[in-house]
């Protein structure tokens, strides 16, 4: 609980047996988050199971999509305040700490991945794809009014629960380009946001989205067509 708020973390999760308990158990920060929904996107292997051996409930999307497995997170969460995650090792559960800091100012508050002195050595952020997310970043800052951005896919933030509910029912990404939709949504509803730099370490196996390059490509002409998009409505 966080300033009498109660504090729910969401994992959305594919193929993610190898980490998901050490996941939950360091984003299970005691006296502050309250829930962990972990989003069982039809993963193959025991990702449920090992979830379900754990403090954190357990709900299952079958529409395959990142964007479909945050968004059930984000309608099944019980807390005041919602904060996204990956359970694969990238991010580190203190770092919740960072973003509730923001939360009595803020709407949302995003992480960025983007900054050098917090990127691990072993972490999937080459200068591809930092600058891909700082460009698409840039992109939606100036076409829709933004404040500074610098990383549109970084899924660790925060969202409070009344924000969660202007945007909810507007949301229609299913796939990989979610992310942006959610803030572009925020900024169209005159929500406060900001973007505040995190933790970004090695994942535990490939990542899903941005393993490769042309995965890492689609995803960003698919974020561009969506702001783009938006824009011209």
């Known amino acids: ?10 994992f959305p999760a594919y193929n993610e047996e190898q980490y998901i308990r ?17 989003v069982d996107n039809n993963s193959r292997d025991r990702t449920a199971a090992q979830a379900a051996a754990t403090p954190a409930r357990v709900v299952t999307e079958t529409r395959q999509g990142y964007g479909f497995a945050l968004r059930r997170g984000l309608a099944e969460a019980t807390g005041d305040i919602v904060i996204l995650a990956e359970p694969d090792g990238t991010f580190i559960g203190r770092d919740v700490l960072k973003l509730l800091a923001y939360a009595d100012d803020f709407d949302m508050v ?10 691990w ?9 930092r600058m891909g997310n700082w460009t698409v970043a840039k992109l939606l800052q100036v076409l829709h009014g933004g404040p500074s951005l610098s990383d549109c896919g ?12 202007q945007i909810r029912a507007e949301l229609t990404v299913g796939g ?22 995190v933790n970004y370490r090695g994942r535990v196996g490939e990542s899903k989205i941005t393993g490769s390059f042309s995965g890492a490509l689609r995803t960003g002409l698919r974020m561009i067509a969506l702001i783009v998009r938006y824009r011209l409505r």
């Open 1 to 10: 609980m966080h300033r009498g708020k109660t504090v729910s973390v969401v």
């Open 176 to 197: 990989s380009h979610f992310l942006p939709e959610m803030v572009i949504l925020a900024l169209r509803h005159r929500l406060k946001v900001i973007e505040i730099p």
């Open 22 to 38: 050490p996941a939950i158990e360091d984003f299970l920060i005691s006296d502050v988050v309250d829930e962990i929904v972990v």
């Open 154 to 165: 970084c899924t660790l933030r925060l969202t409070h629960r009344a924000a969660v509910e």
């Open 121 to 129: 050595d072993q972490a999937n952020m080459g200068w591809f794809l």
């Open 110 to 119: 995003c992480g960025t991945r983007t900054t050098r002195e917090l990127i």
